[in-house]
């Protein structure tokens, strides 16, 4: 039985807004997460994508916080804009019987406004890196307060792209602050290197059977090549039916060119990447939140964190190459206790990368029928002889198993009680996780070092 957040002893403003925005339940990273924060610990909390991790931070810094002062007590930091977008409306929902002072500072839009807010005084801010650096070296955002820093997606915010404006970050804020990092997966040389940014963090891990989360269907779809992918996936579409589609391409170059050829066959689609404005981008979003776009086809920009209740299904027109990736992806769907499919297109090229995948879960996905068979070219399916192993079936599930959404999904009131998705064939105990991923690491200074800014910059780096 998940415990009541009412046993946390939340304040009368909190239990309102919970009960309004029908949260009543802890999911399970709450319910282990929450008091550790409340005790003032540094923590580094892992769960499944889609279990709540935003609140599990979120409340108990609410519940701490004491509004109106200057210079934020709060920091929460995302490596993209929209996620950053999202988890400040997450504050602003759940604070809004209190007084807390919410601002979110991105990149790709005018100073000015933003700035503006920063200075007429703030309680929380939720950024990305590039943009509240450059508030912080211009001073309008002063860190000498910040009482909590949260990196959310934590291994994304200490990889390569993010860790030099992490370190400069760190060494603004106090020694005193609590550090708390969330993510669905932590690489061993993450864990390893955050060390450094924290003061003897309690460890949370919420377990789940597979890396991914428990409740979403995966599929692999062999093709003979890379022009039957659009072939296939058109096919899967016709199949499938997806509610909404959130379609993972490697470049953004090929977001609008398969965007383009889906949009033939009559489906209205649209795409994001970094070459959109911002403006664009933001357009782009709401418009799929609001379920006005059925399919979008996105880079990894799309990965992480986006919480979108009507993404039924993920498809990667691209196996990722980085195995964290792929979890991230298909994480859009099967979130808050609704079931999801993720459904990945796999050349021989691509191949690989899906044994990686694979391995990194430690499970075999089912293999499904992709349109190399029909035009007869030599696929995977026809050579392995696994590919019956998974599942029984080999051929592809009809879809109307696990779409829908159960009761007590979003706004309901089981957010913990996500059993057991039917059809899941992912269940195997995760395999190398923790496993070095790629590359490696400069070495990090330590909390309080004067870190050298932002040198490095991510390819997909939001800012
Ligand atoms: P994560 O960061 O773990 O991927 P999110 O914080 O984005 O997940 O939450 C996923 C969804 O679950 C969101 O739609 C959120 O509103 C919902 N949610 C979070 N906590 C609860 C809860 N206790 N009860 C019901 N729904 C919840
Ligand atoms: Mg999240």
Redesign the pocket.
């Known amino acids: 039985m998940a415990k009541k957040f009412s046993e946390f002893s939340f304040r009368p403003e909190i239990m309102r807004a919970l009960e309004e ?7 399970p ?2 319910e282990k997460s929450m008091g550790p924060i409340l005790a003032g610990h540094d923590l580094t909390g892992m ?1 499944e ?7 599990a931070f979120l409340l108990p810094i609410l519940e701490t916080l004491q509004a109106g002062g200057d210079d934020p007590r709060a920091v929460v930091i995302a490596p993209t804009r929209e996620l950053a977008q999202q988890v400040a409306k ?1 504050a602003e929902r759940l604070s809004r019987h209190l007084d807390v002072r919410v601002v979110c500072v991105y990149g790709g839009t005018g100073l000015g406004e933003q700035k503006n807010l920063l200075l007429a005084g703030v309680d929380l801010v939720v950024g990305t890196p590039g943009r509240l650096i450059d508030f912080a070296r211009q001073t309008y955002l002063r860190l000498s307060k910040v009482r909590w820093l949260v990196l959310d997606e934590a291994d994304r915010m200490l990889d390569m792209g993010f860790i030099k404006d992490m370190e400069y970050v760190m060494s603004k804020a106090p020694m005193s602050r609590q550090t708390l990092l ?1 993510s ?1 997966t932590f690489p061993q040389e993450i864990r390893d290197l955050s060390a450094q940014f924290m003061n003897e963090p309690v460890h949370v891990e919420v377990e789940s059977p597979s890396l991914t989360a428990r409740n979403i269907t995966q599929f692999a779809f062999m093709v003979a090549g890379a022009p039957d992918k659009i072939r296939c996936l058109k096919e899967l579409l016709r199949k499938e039916k997806p509610e909404q589609a959130l379609i993972f391409v490697a470049t953004r170059e090929r977001t609008a060119e398969v965007a383009d050829m889906l949009r033939r066959s009559g489906e209205a689609v649209a795409s994001i990447s970094s070459l959109l404005s911002q403006v664009n981008r933001e357009r782009v979003i709401h418009s799929f939140r609001q379920g006005k776009t059925r399919i979008l086809v996105g880079t990894d920009v799309a990965g992480r ?1 986006l ?1 979108i ?1 009507g993404i039924t299904h993920v498809f990667n027109f691209d196996v990722p190459h980085d195995p964290n990736d792929y979890v991230h992806r298909v ?1 859009r769907t099967g ?2 206790g609704r079931t999801g499919r993720a459904l990945t297109l796999v050349s021989p090229q691509d191949r690989p990368y899906l044994k990686a995948v694979e391995a990194h879960l430690g499970i075999k996905m089912e293999r499904g029928e992709g349109s190399g068979a029909e035009t007869g070219g030599e696929t995977e399916r026809d050579r392995s002889p696994r590919r019956r192993s998974a599942g029984g079936g080999g051929g592809h599930r009809p879809s109307g198993a696990g779409r829908g959404r159960p009761a007590g999904g ?3 009131s089981s ?2 009680g996500r059993g057991s998705a039917p059809g899941n064939d992912n269940r195997r105990r995760r395999g190398s996780r923790g496993a070095p991923t790629q590359g490696g690491r400069s070495g990090g200074r330590g909390r309080g070092s004067s870190g050298s800014g932002k040198g490095s910059s991510g390819g997909s780096k939001s800012s």
């Open positions: 925005v029908g949260y009543s339940e802890c999911t990273i709450q769960a994508t889609g279990s709540g991790k935003t609140a997450e969330f669905a964190g919480d209740s994480g979130r808050a979003r706004g309901g957010g913990s």
